[in-house]
């Protein structure tokens, strides 16, 4: 066993074994549900799989995230484009990352015993905990590049330890590039990154040529992820659709204006407390490893004790400076659960009393058994593995539109239910549901048109009658009750007359 956990390929292959056995529980992505309904992921995949179909985000479907999620979901539409099966792979592969990041992470500080023992109940802290919300998030996607900036970061920050070459510089630059391209404000780990080792070099090195030289190249990580991304837009003459939106509207209506100097600090605080409230488990073992990094002698050098905890600021600084968000928004936090399995296995190994070398070597596998034991009882997305997909709301509009030829549907007045998934229809509009931004009513004005002048075959809304302007081009086919997010909302599909 123990010449087993010391091979090379041995601790990859566990790491995708507790991703793929966790999010198989945890995410609702995953085969074992009937379907992801979490409106934001059926926002997403809706316009990669409109992709596939020629249409290009911002410019023919409107949504606010970043282009390189939708890439990504245009990526698992390829793979399945009547299911979340390819989205769900993606997940897997995210889980994989970050498992492997935060496994170098402890092999700095603890044998691959404890490594082995501690990556599957990282796992289940992580992907169990509520801010994990229902699968697929820009935060999950983004969760394993944070995870490789704070590997790197205690590998070359550490006392001893050398500077990082330029490849590391670069590598991370990519990384942040793929962030800035997914949900910019999850940016402030990689800039609190870039800015400490960039004064390390220059002032305590006696370097600006050097540091100018680091930021150069991590700069130039940053172009070589962005310029594949911007190109599909360059050619396509879209560019202008994808700044308003993703920049123009998140910087101008999403985000709030502050109404005094001290509001992002009150944003953060409050919604960090929140945070931690709700997810305990990965708060207290990020708490944990800070304190620990931070007092403890020998652990860090004590610049990089000032810029841990500089990394930690900003992660929640550009989450929350310009709106205190959602529940998932602080999911990028638990990339730092990763420093209290770190400090709980510094201290095991200290112990006088030692546990017999079998027992250790093979306690990964009632750690693996433990950690899924935990997932099943505390995810939030367990108790939907009992609904069938028969049963959905989605299943039953889909098999009256098809029985009925629809060829045009509109998701009307509520962010995307999974109607278009389940319907196999490719929305004919750019408004094709109603987003989350302030002004959404002066942007769904021309698809409200469109409805007064009967433009759609089927129309789904979140209310009992119709809504206005649908009175004279539509009529009601039926009513069916669902739950989401625990509340019980009815859903009626509307049929166009003649």
């Excluded at 085969?31 to 020629?54: C, E, K, S």
């Excluded at 030692?354 to 997932?375: D, H, K, M, T, Y």
Aim: proline content about 6%.
């Amino acid at each position: 066993m123990k010449n087993l956990l010391t091979r090379r390929y041995t601790l990859p292959l566990f790491c995708l074994l507790c991703s793929v056995a966790v999010l198989a529980i945890c995410s609702r992505s995953s085969p074992l549900y009937a379907t992801n309904d979490w409106v934001d992921a059926n926002i997403y995949f809706t316009i990669g799989r409109g992709m596939h179909q020629g249409l290009m985000p911002y410019r023919d479907l409107l949504d606010h995230k970043g282009p390189l999620l939708y890439l990504l979901h245009w990526a698992a539409a390829a793979v399945s484009s009547t299911s979340f099966f390819g989205v769900w792979l993606l997940e897997v592969l995210a889980g994989w990352a970050f498992l492997y990041a935060s496994a170098r992470t402890l092999l700095l500080y603890c044998g691959r015993g404890w490594t082995f023992f501690s990556l599957p109940l990282l796992a289940a802290c992580v992907y169990a905990s509520p801010a994990f919300a229902q699968g697929d998030s820009a935060e999950e996607f983004c969760l394993p590049l944070l995870a490789i900036a704070l590997y790197f970061f205690l590998a070359c920050f550490g006392p001893g330890k050398q500077l990082p070459s330029f490849w590391v510089f670069a590598l991370n630059g990519a990384a942040a590039g793929a962030i800035f391209w997914i949900k910019f404000t999850l940016l402030g780990l990689h800039f609190a990154w870039m800015a400490c080792f960039a004064f390390l070099i220059w002032i305590g090195h006696r370097s600006l040529g050097r540091a100018l030289a680091a930021c150069g190249a991590f700069l130039g990580g940053m172009a070589v992820i962005s310029v594949p991304i911007l190109l599909p837009y360059a050619v396509s003459g879209a560019l202008p659709d994808l700044f308003q939106t993703y920049f123009g509207a998140n910087l101008t209506s999403y985000a709030t204006t502050p109404t005094h100097w001290s509001t992002p600090l009150y944003n953060l605080v409050m919604s960090g407390l929140s945070t931690a409230l709700a997810n305990p488990v990965w708060a207290v073992l990020a708490l944990l490893g800070g304190v620990f990094f931070v007092l403890r002698r020998g652990v860090l050098h004590p610049a990089a004790k000032a810029a841990l905890l500089a990394l930690v600021f900003f992660s929640g600084f550009f989450i929350w400076a310009g709106s205190m968000g959602w529940p998932y928004y602080g999911f990028p936090l638990s990339v730092y659960a990763v420093l209290g399995f770190a400090c709980l296995g510094s201290l095991v190994q200290k112990l006088p009393a030692r546990l017999p070398r079998g027992v250790v070597q093979i306690g990964f596998v009632p750690a693996l058994a433990l950690s899924l034991a935990l997932c099943l009882a505390f995810s939030p997305n367990v108790s939907f593995m009992e609904l069938k997909k028969e049963d959905l709301v989605q299943t039953k509009f889909a098999a009256i539109i098809q029985q009925e030829g629809g060829q045009s549907l509109l998701n009307y007045g509520f962010l995307d239910g999974g109607f278009y998934l389940s319907s196999g229809i490719t929305p004919s509009c750019r408004f094709f549901c109603r987003i989350n931004l302030p002004n959404y009513q002066e942007l769904e004005a021309p698809v409200r048109q469109m409805v007064e002048e009967g433009y759609f075959d089927f129309i789904v809304t979140r209310e009992e009658g119709p809504l206005p302007g649908m009175e004279e081009h539509y009529e009601l086919v039926c009513t069916e009750y669902q739950t989401y997010d625990g509340v019980l909302l009815p859903y009626s599909l509307f049929r166009r007359i003649g």
